[in-house]
């Protein structure tokens, strides 16, 4: 058994088929001057045959998977341009007299090495577009077409080093029952697409390849990251009745779609989905979100050279609100900084990032990014129901100076007859302790809350949320983030503001009926985390949830707290 690291959930049971690619023997010869041109005439040729390639992959994934999904060959696309990455390998052709072959792998190689030292998770695995798109231009080079995974003649578990982005958009999804490599982390492109595409994968399983060979039986569990190589018939058994339960239950969930979130004795709950991009919209529907209840602006603004301007944000919020046909979306500012940061815009060298220049503090300080960003949601709040938070918000000044801008815009757009909605309610995200103990102050004045548990339960506990080391501390059951939620449900009441909450918490099946009794009546979570709340919403009276949460109230330890949300919720047994 290999341990590895989940990337995409479920479980394939199959067999392997091991996907290596040798290393391309490289010229060593250096040139004769008179052949410089030439070899210019043939780096050329390959470039452009790399970025039609590469253009043709990106087509094809955007009308599978969305544009989203086809961006990341746009970066692709952008380092096939890049002057001077392109600068670099010209002068090793002209100046040392480097094969292209050697010039090109010589400048990858070095960038690829500067990439993988930033330590930076997000930014580090920008490295495999690099090494993809050398590779590329490379075997252009030397002529070698690579038999492509999207050929596989039956089903198989792919096992590879690692599998660049080209190699998983090839995938053929009918064919591959999964894959696991050894390299690549949860947030690599690979790891993204495979979520995507709803196939389990397994990554970071180190030497992995030193023990599967083509042919031999593998078990893939993408939930808890472990891969079984020629497992024991009873193992087997196991997994393969867990398979077929993960199939009915699946369809029995989605069979809930269409039915309301409402308890055995009628109290209703809204249920939304948490999206960044437009295309995850139907999966959102598809899973039964009444209301985008966070949508991560984000994406919009990372891995592009440039900031998207006012046109094409009001374009692609447009088509967030058109496809929700009338359902309401709140879109959230910019929250760039802490783990996401912008390499333009991120103040780089924080010493301690995430309680640095992020949220709302960016925006602040960048009004004419933040202008820009508001008149798009506004003018996107003509074609449907819009609202609009504020992440990281710890203090009412923070909250009056945004408020202040979007009044500034929103007269700025009339005067220019443009058509927006003025009406658009104005909320902020409770990701702090100190905007959680002062909700009563904030709910005179701000129209709704949205409680960030992610955010909230890292900084009251001190535990940075990205740091394994100190991952045990984590729970955002610990009794001091319960009390932090209820006090700010108590604090809106007072002013009957309405509080949701949209941090991963909110899609964890046994803290529904806490959160219920506490009295949170939305609840946003990843789509496909809806069905089973609903689930749970639906065998439940309100009047036992509120019972429950008094009670969960007194617990001393998570631990505690855990165990009695789980007896009353009863999880299915993974029955390992
Ligand atoms: C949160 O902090 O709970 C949240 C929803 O925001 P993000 O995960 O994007 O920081
Ligand atoms: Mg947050």
């Known amino acids: 058994?290999?341990?590895?690291?989940?990337?995409?959930?479920?479980?394939?049971?199959?067999?392997?088929?091991?996907?290596?690619?040798?290393?391309?023997?490289?010229?060593?010869?250096?040139?004769?001057?008179?052949?410089?041109?030439?070899?210019?005439?043939?780096?050329?040729?390959?470039?452009?045959?790399?970025?039609?390639?590469?253009?043709?992959?990106?087509?094809?994934?955007?009308?599978?998977?969305?544009?989203?999904?086809?961006?990341?060959?746009?970066?692709?696309?952008?380092?096939?341009?890049?002057?001077?990455?392109?600068?670099?390998?010209?002068?090793?052709?002209?100046?040392?007299?480097?094969?292209?072959?050697?010039?090109?792998?010589?400048?990858?190689?070095?960038?690829?090495?500067?990439?993988k030292g930033t330590g930076d998770e997000v930014i580090g695995e920008r490295w495999a577009d690099v090494a993809d798109v050398g590779r590329r231009v490379i075997n252009n080079l030397l002529g070698i077409r690579r038999i492509p995974l999207a050929t596989m003649a039956h089903e198989a578990i792919v096992v590879a080093p690692d599998l660049t982005p080209s190699d998983t958009a090839q995938l053929p999804r009918d064919k591959v029952l999964a894959f696991v490599t050894e390299h690549g982390g949860r947030t690599s492109h690979s790891a993204i697409m495979a979520r995507s595409l709803e196939i389990p994968a397994v990554v970071g399983v180190g030497n992995i390849l030193t023990r599967v060979k083509t042919g031999d039986n593998l078990v893939v569990d993408g939930d808890e990251g472990l891969v079984l190589i020629n497992p024991e018939i009873l193992t087997l058994e196991k997994y393969k009745k867990r398979l077929t339960q993960l199939r009915l239950a699946n369809q029995e969930l989605k069979n809930l779609r269409d039915l309301p979130a409402i308890t055995k004795d009628g109290y209703r709950m809204e249920l939304g989905a948490n999206i960044g991009t437009p295309e995850e919209v139907e999966g959102a529907l598809a899973y039964g979100a009444v209301v985008i209840?966070?949508?991560?602006?984000?994406?919009?603004?990372?891995?592009?050279?440039?900031?998207?301007?006012?046109?094409?944000?009001?374009?692609?919020?447009?088509?967030?609100?058109?496809?929700?046909?009338?359902?309401?979306?709140?879109?959230?500012?910019?929250?760039?900084?802490?783990?996401?940061?912008?390499?333009?815009?991120?103040?780089?060298?924080?010493?301690?990032?995430?309680?640095?220049?992020?949220?709302?503090?960016?925006?602040?300080?960048?009004?004419?990014?933040?202008k820009t960003q508001l008149r798009a949601f506004l003018r996107a709040g003509a074609a449907g129901p819009v609202r609009i938070m504020f992440p990281l918000v710890v203090g009412l000044q923070e909250y009056r100076e945004a408020k202040e801008i979007l009044v500034q815009v929103r007269e700025e757009l009339a005067a220019q007859g443009l058509a927006f909605d003025p009406h658009i309610p104005v909320g902020i995200m409770v990701e702090t302790p100190a905007a959680a103990v002062i909700t009563d102050l904030?709910?005179?004045?701000?129209?709704?809350?949205?409680?960030?548990?992610?955010?909230?339960?890292?900084?009251?506990?001190?535990?940075?949320?990205?740091?394994?080391?100190?991952?045990?501390?984590?729970?955002?059951?610990?009794?001091?983030?319960?009390?932090?939620?209820?006090?700010?449900?108590?604090?809106?009441?007072?002013?009957?503001?309405?509080?949701?909450?949209?941090?991963?918490?909110?899609?964890?099946?046994?803290?529904?009926?806490?959160?219920?009794?506490?009295?949170?009546?939305?609840?946003?979570?990843?789509?496909?985390?809806?069905?089973r709340v609903k689930q749970v919403i639906r065998s439940l009276t309100a009047e036992d949830a509120r019972k429950l949460a008094g009670e969960v109230l007194g617990l001393k330890e998570p631990m505690a707290v855990r165990e009695k949300l789980a007896a009353k919720v009863r999880v299915p047994d993974k029955e390992k």
Not at 25 to 33: C, G, N, V, Y
Not at 481 to 499: D, T
Not at 515 to 530: D, N, Q, T, V, Y
């Open 1 to 115: 058994m290999f341990k590895g690291i989940g990337a995409s959930p479920g479980i394939a049971i199959g067999t392997a088929l091991v996907y290596t690619r040798p290393e391309p023997e490289l010229p060593t010869h250096t040139l004769d001057p008179d052949d410089v041109a030439r070899e210019m005439y043939r780096l050329s040729s390959s470039i452009s045959e790399a970025r039609a390639q590469v253009n043709a992959i990106r087509m094809r994934t955007e009308a599978q998977l969305g544009t989203e999904q086809g961006a990341i060959f746009q970066t692709q696309l952008t380092i096939l341009e890049d002057p001077i990455l392109l600068g670099e390998i010209t002068a090793l052709i002209k100046e040392e007299y480097l094969p292209a072959e050697l010039a090109v792998k010589q400048v990858t190689d070095r960038y690829i090495a500067l990439l």
């Open 293 to 370: 209840g966070l949508y991560r602006t984000e994406f919009l603004y990372l891995g592009r050279p440039d900031m998207p301007g006012e046109e094409e944000q009001v374009a692609v919020y447009t088509g967030v609100v058109e496809r929700m046909k009338g359902r309401p979306v709140v879109f959230r500012t910019l929250d760039i900084g802490g783990d996401k940061p912008l390499p333009d815009l991120s103040s780089g060298g924080e010493v301690n990032p995430f309680l640095g220049w992020r949220g709302i503090r960016l925006s602040l300080d960048r009004k004419d990014i933040f």
């Open 442 to 531: 904030l709910a005179r004045e701000v129209d709704f809350f949205s409680i960030g548990t992610n955010d909230l339960t890292q900084y009251t506990l001190a535990v940075d949320r990205t740091n394994e080391q100190v991952a045990h501390l984590y729970d955002h059951y610990h009794p001091a983030v319960l009390r932090l939620i209820e006090q700010v449900a108590k604090g809106a009441a007072k002013e009957k503001k309405k509080v949701s909450i949209c941090g991963e918490m909110a899609g964890d099946p046994i803290a529904v009926p806490l959160l219920m009794g506490l009295g949170l009546r939305e609840l946003s979570m990843a789509p496909g985390a809806i069905p």
